[in-house]
C-alpha cells in the first residue's frame, strides 16, 4: 500500500478506477478479458523495467504477445474445475522458456556474453505475471454453481478483490494509526501492527461474507478463506517491495494515477488470486 503522494489525486482515481473495475467484474466476457490482457502486459512491461538489465525490445514484445494471448487462450480452456492445474502450469512454463530462450540468443547474437541473468529475469516476469495474473481470468470463468457449495466465477472475483482490497487498506490505516514496530528491512515503513490490522481485516470480511452473502463457505470457512487471503496478499506487497528496492525505484510505473504501476496497485491480488481459486474449488468439493 502507498504511503505517499497526492492523496486526493489517489482518492479521484480510486473514485473511478473501482466502480469501472466493479463493472467489469459483474459483466464477465470479453470486457473482462480485455481488461485482464492490458493490466497483465502493462504488468508485464513494468517487471521487465525493474529489472534495470535492458531487455530487449524483441522479448518484451514477446513477453507482451505471449500474455495477451494466453489470456485468451485461458478464458476458452483453463477454467474447468480441477483438471485444468497442469496446463495452466505447462502453458507459463513453455512461454517463461521461451522468454529465456530468447533473450539469451539476442545476447549472443549481440555479442553480449552468455550472463543468464537477464534470461532468467525475462522468464521470472513471465512466471510472475503470467502465472500468478491468469487466476483472475481462471477464476471469473469458473462455474461451480451446483451443489450446496457452489459459487459463481463474478463472485470469486469479487472475493478476491474484497480480500485484496481489505487487505491493503486496513494495513494501512492500522499502520499509520498505530505503526510502531517496523516488519523488516525490505519494506521499512509497514510495521507489525500494520500487518496484523490487515490479517484481522480479511479474516473479520471473510467471516461476515461467510455468514451473510457467501452462504456456500460459512462463517468458519470464510474466516478461514480471510486468514488464508490474509497471509498471501502481505507477502505479495512484500515480494513487489523487494523488486523495487532491487530496481532502487519508488514505483514500477504510473499506469493508475496516483498510485503508481500496475504492479504497486495488484500486488497484493496477484497472490490472493490463485489462493481464492483453489481454496473455493476445495470448499465446493467438501460440502
Avoid at 469501472?20 to 490482457?37: D, N
Avoid at 522479448?59 to 495452466?88: E, F, N
Avoid at 515503513?189 to 463457505?217: D, I, N, Q
Wanted: charged share 15%; glycine share 14%.
Amino acid at each position: 500500500m502507498r504511503t505517499d503522494g497526492s492523496f486526493p489525486l489517489r482518492v479521484l482515481s480510486s473514485a473511478v478506477f473501482v466502480p469501472v473495475v466493479l463493472w467489469l467484474i459483474h459483466v464477465g466476457g470479453p470486457f473482462y478479458t480485455g481488461y485482464c490482457v492490458i493490466l497483465l502486459c502493462v504488468g508485464q512491461l513494468e517487471f521487465h523495467r525493474l529489472g534495470r538489465m535492458a531487455l530487449p525490445v524483441p522479448v518484451c514484445a514477446l513477453g507482451v504477445v505471449a500474455i495477451g494471448a494466453t489470456v485468451l487462450k485461458a478464458r476458452q480452456d483453463l477454467y474447468p474445475l480441477g483438471a485444468s492445474a497442469p496446463l495452466h502450469a505447462g502453458i507459463v512454463g513453455a512461454l517463461a522458456a521461451a522468454m529465456f530462450a530468447a533473450t539469451w540468443i539476442l545476447d549472443i547474437f549481440r555479442k553480449r556474453g552468455l550472463d543468464p541473468r537477464r534470461a532468467a529475469w525475462a522468464g521470472a516476469g513471465m512466471l510472475y505475471v503470467g502465472g500468478l495474473g491468469l487466476y483472475l481470468v481462471r477464476l471469473r470463468f469458473v462455474d461451480a454453481a451446483g451443489g450446496p457449495r457452489g459459487f459463481s466465477g463474478e463472485m470469486g472475483v469479487a472475493l478476491a478483490y474484497g480480500m485484496s482490497w481489505a487487505v491493503d487498506i486496513a494495513a494501512y490505516a492500522f499502520g499509520m494509526l498505530m505503526g510502531r514496530t517496523p516488519l523488516g528491512p525490505v519494506s521499512p515503513r509497514k510495521t507489525w501492527e500494520g500487518s496484523a490490522g490487515g490479517m484481522l481485516a480479511a479474516v473479520s470480511l471473510g467471516a461476515a461474507l461467510g455468514a451473510t452473502v457467501c452462504p456456500f463457505l460459512g462463517p468458519w470457512r470464510g474466516a478461514a478463506l480471510g486468514a488464508a487471503a490474509g497471509i498471501a496478499g502481505q507477502l505479495g506487497d512484500l515480494a513487489e517491495s523487494m523488486l523495487k528496492r532491487f530496481a532502487g525505484a519508488k514505483d514500477s510505473g504510473t499506469f493508475i494515477p496516483g498510485h503508481g504501476g500496475v504492479l504497486d496497485r495488484f500486488d497484493s491480488l496477484f497472490l490472493v488470486a490463485p489462493v481464492v481459486y483453489y481454496f473455493l474449488i476445495w470448499n465446493a468439493a467438501h460440502p
